[in-house]
C-alpha cells in the first residue's frame, strides 16, 4: 500500500505540461507503478491519471514542514 504522495504538473518537451506523482511506500510493502494506475482508474477519469509515478523513500519538505511540491516538480521537469 501506499503510505504518502504528492501530485504535480511537470513540463515535457514531447507532450507539454504532465502529471506526475512522488509516492511512498508503506514499510515492508511492494507496489508496482501499474497496480497504482489500476487503483487510480476506478476513481479517477483517464485524464487525471499521472503519467509518471516515481516510488520515493519520501517526500519532500519544506523547512516548515509543507510538501515541497516546486522541488520535487524541478525533479520531473526535462532539461531544455
Not at 34 to 52: G, N
Amino acid at each position: 500500500g501506499v503510505e504518502n504522495a504528492a501530485v504535480i504538473s511537470y513540463k515535457s518537451k514531447k507532450f507539454g505540461t504532465l502529471i506526475g506523482a512522488s509516492v511512498v511506500l508503506k514499510m515492508g510493502k511492494s507496489v508496482q507503478e501499474q497496480e497504482i494506475r489500476q487503483v487510480l482508474a476506478t476513481a479517477l477519469p483517464k485524464y487525471c491519471i499521472p503519467e509518471r509515478i516515481e516510488i520515493a523513500t519520501s517526500i519532500q519538505r519544506t523547512s516548515a514542514g509543507k510538501i515541497d511540491y516546486k522541488s520535487i516538480q524541478r525533479a520531473f521537469n526535462e532539461p531544455d
